[in-house]
């Protein structure tokens, strides 16, 4: 890989000299100059506050290792020059690096499709397996291990199930979304550019730039949860509908050889996508059963508008004659019953098609997925299976007649999108919280099923509304269009029961009452620790029982990975969920339970965020077989599926891991390696929580947390419309959801929900020798300190003592700056690096990179909350205004720098 010094030219000469790779370099040389040339044509001046303000940020992060004099002394300069900028031109240079941001995040994806398919480029197809996808090389590795049966067997069981969520972690406005795509689509173009096209290429960006930083990176207002919809809508659109497919061929491809797209597939629909866009209601008053019913509609309407559009191309191009491709007898029945069904469209698409039967049936069955659009009862399809099924009479028949290409190519693509996506694009799910239920049958019982007794309470009339508006959508998109329902906090079976319960009561008929797979959320640690006994007493339940009968004795379990870090730290949340899923895996082979378990994570190392295929390998023996679900919400959305070539990698990668996670080897190394290093667990585990609890019930810490951190400023955001408080009455740091608790810590630059505590816990343990060979050995440990170098490598101690500085509290800041340097040490220790992420060869430089643009924005933002803290009351309203602006400015920035929010 070509690696180049940054920077060689006068426009440039202001960016650090790291070792990247040559593209990133020479693509961010690029923006940082048009950039610039934006500001000069705003403002000249503007230009050149932007690059004081870089070149101080720079020399304040030149060595690695150490803060050396010089370093101190240009981060002092660097506080002196933003604190005596006027107000509007710390907000304007604020947005420039805002938007200079957005274009380090395109340099750095256009660099990882580049080296994907330059990689691609090189594999030798006569190869057995694809070295590139993941998904080729795990499936051949069950094969040498498990011999092609059983390794047939577990790929027919794959799942990969990514629920889509809309937890506000998403800083990134939809309008610059739009911005970012096509600047994205127009440096993918210049490769093969030269002379006038070049330079109008630059010309377009040059507009694209100047709109962008012309563009406020904050929202005129919070979006609805049906706008929220949209994210799936855009992701599916522009990669999940064709990249899925694709995902499924390469895999045949590989395995069939020549007889790829000649043959039935051997690969099977695997990706599964949910969502709890407009239906998780934990907390969120503006998902009502109205809002579900409109989200899943559109989500309905939008998946057959596709599916209608690419069966009539795969139609139109079934240009084969009854002369070369014969019809069958099914397919002649198949026509006949459309003839029965409309002569009106049989008759246009005969007009169309006259002697080619193929074609004119796929025609047909295009116009009846319109009309299942428009719900037209005589031609309307019932449900996907019944397209698919016409799909594969189409199919066979082309089979039958020779024309294998033809029915094991377009034929077997549409297929695939159809088993995918189905009716419903995304399998909804519900969750409200286990209060609301157990709330709602005490209303009841004083007031009456129907309110005979009384008024019912508005929340009591919307839980039973839900449950309405789940049985209407199934009986328009299906049942698995949305059919599970999660309890948020369950501690006992009875909350399970108490949804049965209330779905019966909202329904005079027992025949209307919808299917329901009722999912517990263990997150909080006590929950967790007891979830086998809950689980034990939730399948004796007769609800349950039957579904289990149903479903061969499948059971889906949710685990949350959010407040048990919350509530303990996150290595004794690690620990405690690595121990719930080995407890539950066992109870559920001793119980004969198909067990399915949720991950509820999130893209923060906080949150249990990672790398997705890592964390899958690091699972316990019979914790994941060969089906692995987890939330993917906010940033890591757009990051994972924004583009179809990496969106592919991702989908592989995780697929693979999924299977491989079988394989008697490394069943073997999880099992042996928990048993191993059960004791350093228990020690990591009492250490760290003792450290971590005893800051969390320091006196007056939530009021701390509050100053020292933009908490309150991101609860304005308008990034989401979900509210950063539950609402059900409490007042302290158990009332704050998550979410913002971890991104609060990362806008202030100390990332405390990822590592605090495990310096204390390796300080207590002492034996370096020890850790470093369970950070050799223990694929869970493993994960996790590299997860929290990855965090540590973000975290600046100057920065974080501006913010810790506004908490008043020398005693708390204290704890918290003496466990970074501690955790840091021990981090680095055990993973043999002088600085944080010094072995990766492209993620160090590109982060240390990154690293001076941030800490521009962070100063500003500390200052600006400094101001806001110290003269708060006595500033105008209108003066208060824009410093919230420029404070929300900056987490925008932040966030798009540090590539991680909540």
């Given at each position: ?6 920077i ?6 202001i ?10 370099a ?33 020399r ?54 580049g ?39 577990l790929?027919q069981?794959?799942?990969?199930r ?41 010309r ?20 609805t ?19 899925v497919?694709?995902v ?13 797209g ?24 503006n ?62 698409a005969?007009?169309i ?16 997925l ?87 309470a ?9 449950f ?57 640690v ?14 004796s ?47 559920a ?15 923060a ?14 699972q ?142 390796c ?45 008043d ?46 800490n ?12 806001l ?32 929010t909540?």
């Open positions: 890989m070509a690696e180049k010094n940054l060689s030219g006068s426009d440039s000469a960016i650090p000299a790291l070792n990247v790779p040559e593209s990133i020479e693509h961010m040389e690029l923006f940082l100059r048009l950039v610039r040339k934006v500001l000069e044509e705003f403002d000249p001046g503007l230009r050149s506050t932007f690059d004081v303000l870089l070149a101080d940020a720079i304040a992060n030149a060595d690695e290792a150490a803060e050396t004099e010089d370093e101190r002394a240009a981060f002092a300069e660097l506080e002196r020059i933003i604190d005596g900028l006027d107000e509007r031109s710390t907000t304007l240079v604020m947005r420039a690096f805002v938007a200079y941001f957005h274009l380090a995040n395109i340099c750095e994806e256009n660099y990882r499709v080296s994907l398919r330059a990689r691609e480029s090189t594999v030798d197809t006569s190869e057995r397996e694809d070295p590139i996808n993941d998904l080729t090389v795990a499936y051949r590795q069950l094969v040498d291990e498990c011999g092609r049966g059983r390794a047939i067997a790929l069981r794959l799942e990969f990514p629920v889509f969520t809309a937890h506000p972690t998403e800083a990134r406005r939809k309008a610059v979304e739009g911005k970012i795509r096509r600047i994205a689509g127009l440096l993918e173009q210049r490769a093969g550019l030269a002379g006038a096209a070049l330079a109008e290429n630059e377009r960006l040059l507009q694209e730039i100047d709109a962008l930083f012309r563009t406020s990176p904050i929202a005129h207002k919070k979006p949860p049906v706008e929220e919809a949209d994210t799936i809508v855009d992701i599916f659109d522009n990669t999940l509908f064709d990249m497919p694709d499924y061929r390469r895999f045949d491809d590989w395995e069939l050889g020549e007889k790829a000649t043959v039935q597939p051997v690969c099977p629909a695997f990706f599964h996508p949910g969502s709890w866009i407009g239906s998780d209601r934990d907390g969120n008053p998902v009502t059963a109205r809002v579900s019913r409109q989200v899943a509609e559109k989500f309905r309407s939008h998946v057959l508008g596709r599916l209608a559009d690419a069966t009539q191309t795969v139609g139109r191009n079934l240009t084969l004659d009854a002369v070369s491709t014969p019809p069958s007898d099914q397919l002649v029945n198949l026509w006949n019953h459309q003839v029965e069904m409309s002569e009106a469209l049989t008759a246009r005969l007009g098609s006259a002697s080619e039967l193929h074609r004119a049936a796929m025609l047909v069955m295009a116009e009846r319109r009309a299942t659009v428009e719900r037209t009862a005589d031609v309307m399809y019932a449900c996907a299976e019944d397209f698919i099924a016409d799909l594969r009479v189409v199919q066979s028949s082309l089979a039958r007649s020779g024309a294998v290409r033809a029915a094991y190519g377009p034929v077997q693509r549409l297929i695939w999108q159809a088993q995918t996506f189905g009716f419903h694009l995304v399998e909804m799910e519900f969750r409200q919280h286990s209060l609301v239920h157990s709330r709602a049958l005490a209303d009841i019982e004083e007031h009456g099923r129907w309110g005979e007794r009384g008024e019912l508005p929340m009591t009339r919307e839980v039973l509304d839900t309405r508006a789940i049985a209407q959508i199934q009986r328009r998109n299906g049942v698995d269009a949305a059919r599970r329902y999660i309890i948020s906090f369950t501690k006992s079976a009875e909350d399970v029961a108490n949804v049965y319960r209330l779905a019966h009561l909202a329904f005079a008929h027992e025949a209307d009452v919808p299917v329901l797979d009722v999912v517990p959320l263990f997150e909080q006590e929950d967790l620790e007891n979830a086998v006994g809950t689980l034990d007493a939730m399948i339940l007769p609800e349950v029982q039957r579904r289990l009968d149903q479903t061969g004795r499948r059971l889906e379990v949710m685990l949350g990975y959010s407040d048990s870090s919350k509530d303990a730290g996150p290595t004794s949340a690690t620990l405690v969920l690595h121990a719930t899923q080995c407890a539950i895996a066992r109870w082979e001793q119980n004969s339970i198909d067990l399915v378990l949720m991950h509820g994570r999130g893209g190392v906080g949150r249990g965020g990672g790398p997705a295929n890592r964390a899958v390998l690091s316990p023996k019979g914790s994941v077989n060969c089906c692995f679900k987890l939330t993917e919400q906010g940033e890591v959305i757009f990051a994972r599926y924004g583009d179809p070539t990496l969106a592919r990698r991702h989908v592989e990668s995780v697929a693979g891991a999924t299977l491989l996670q079988s394989a008697p080897s490394i069943e073997w190394v999880n099992t042996e390696t928990t048993e191993k290093y059960a004791g350093l667990a228990a020690s990591l585990d009492a250490a760290s929580r003792e450290r971590y609890l005893d800051l969390l019930h320091a006196e007056g810490f939530a009021e701390w947390f509050s100053r020292c951190t933009p908490l309150a400023e991101i609860g304005l955001m308008p990034i989401g419309s979900r509210p950063a408080k539950r609402g059900l009455g409490a007042k302290s740091l158990d009332d704050l959801r998550t979410i913002p608790w971890i991104f609060s810590w990362s806008q202030a630059r100390i990332n405390l929900a990822a590592w605090y505590g495990l310096g204390t816990a300080e207590r343990v002492g034996d370096l020798d020890l850790l470093r060979r369970a950070y050799a050995e223990w694929p869970l440990f493993t994960t996790f300190v590299d997860n929290v170098e990855m965090s540590l490598s973000k975290v600046d101690e100057r920065i974080a003592r501006l913010y810790l500085s506004l908490g509290r020398d005693d708390l800041a204290a704890k918290v700056l003496e466990e970074m340097e501690l955790t840091r040490r021990w981090v680095l220790a055990i993973v043999d690096d002088e600085w944080p992420l010094q072995r990766r060869r492209v993620l160090g430089p590109v982060i240390r990179m990154r690293l001076p643009f941030v521009v924005l962070s100063v500003t933002q500390a200052l600006a909350l400094r101001r803290r110290t003269e708060g009351e006595a500033l105008a309203p209108e003066e208060r205004e824009r410093f919230i602006y420029l404070i929300l400015c900056t987490v925008s920035g932040v966030a798009a720098g540090l590539q991680n909540g």
